[in-house]
């Protein structure tokens, strides 16, 4: 007489890295999901799918920091099987295998059918757009394309994500449509680089063209564009931003640097001249366009003089949402074959003195938003606020709204019209608007 039930294995799927590896984990739960798998995201389970990024040291060690934890779990009891997955196996899959040998199988970025055979599910071609979200309900990333063409000195992602790949508009319209029908109102669009999208499938940029397709779809209200690159970007998406007020007035274009010599190194394509010239054509097209970019210090050469060419520059810029990091040397990159002479301690000083600079026009910025009144979505509650985002600001990164939860309720995922009564050097604190 059986005495014991069988246990039932409870998949936890762990993310570390950028959206694009929020996409693909929530691919993979959805169709563990559609096999009758139970499948949480990093919560309690018995199996661990760990998804990895590799794509600079510091995700790098979080990567293997993580394996290293559930690996203790393993051999404590707690957890029964470990499988890691995404960039890192991808890119040193044979490493890993030697160093951290009892994960039970590693898997790379395009062997999902072989991970889900592993974990006892069948790989269903005909989920088209079925994922299990993992962000709030109110957004979520739709990936356009995979992988990247561009030939970026510093950049390991064709390493591990391979060449560009379109997917079709019309499967992009599923998924979006699947996405609104489960209360999704905002789609952030993803990719290695926005600006090629479609030259694969149909022989021209055609990123305007998703656009139009994506407006269409009922009950999404926000569209967002994140990764464009500055060479051969599209600007018909331009006329399309200004006429459809469903595409939030922001674009994402990280633009790495801004000395001709470091920007030459670094393989981009592009020159200062240009890509002023670019900006500059982006503001006139779209006047109340807030624009994010990121850029990279350190990078091998980086001389005092580079560096305050490019501090001048973000001065002049006055970008509305900037990042700054510092340059990561990287094997199997054509920059690793510089010499990486830039001291760490420089490095970070350099970050310091350009997030300096951005924190003061951020302030300026936002004083002049006081007194404005703002459609806003409400991310969560937090503490005493309600936490809400304008169209000028993306989750995770951008700037946020705060809300006074003792003065009035508001439901997490809709939208509210906000008078912006303070404001400090990233966040803004405001008051539902009477509506007369």
Known sequence: MRTKSLKKNKINVVTLGCSKNVYDSEVLMGQLKASGKEVAHEEEGNIVVINTCGFINNAKEESINTILDFMQKKEDGEVDKVFVTGCLSERYKPDLQKEIPNVDQYFGTTELPGLLKALGADYKHELIGERLTTTPKNYAYLKIAEGCDRPCSFCAIPIMRGKHKSTPIETLVIEAEKLAAKGVKELILIAQDLTYYGLDLYKKRNLAELLENLVKVEGIEWIRLHYAFPTGFPMDVLE???????????????????????????????????????????????????????????????????????????????????????????????????????????????????????????????QAKIGQTLKVVIDRKEGEYFVGRTEFDSPDVDNEVLIDASKTYLKTGEFTTVTITDAADFDLYGEVAVIN
């Open 240 to 366: 399309v931003m200004k006429r459809e007020p469903k595409i939030c007035n922001y674009l994402d274009i990280p633009l790495q640097h801004i000395s001709d010599d470091i920007l030459k190194s670094m393989r981009r394509g592009t020159t200062k001249e240009k890509t002023t010239k670019l900006l500059k054509a982006f503001r006139e097209a779209v006047p109340e366009m807030t624009i994010r970019t990121t850029l990279i210090v350190g990078y091998p050469g980086e001389t005092e003089e580079n560096f305050q060419e490019l501090k001048q520059w973000v001065t002049d810029m006055r970008f509305e949402r900037l990042g700054c990091f510092t340059y990561s040397h990287e094997e199997n990159t054509h920059a690793y074959n510089l010499e990486d002479n830039v001291p760490e301690d420089i490095k970070q000083d350099r970050a310091n003195q350009i997030m300096e600079i951005q924190s003061q026009i951020s302030w300026e910025l936002n």
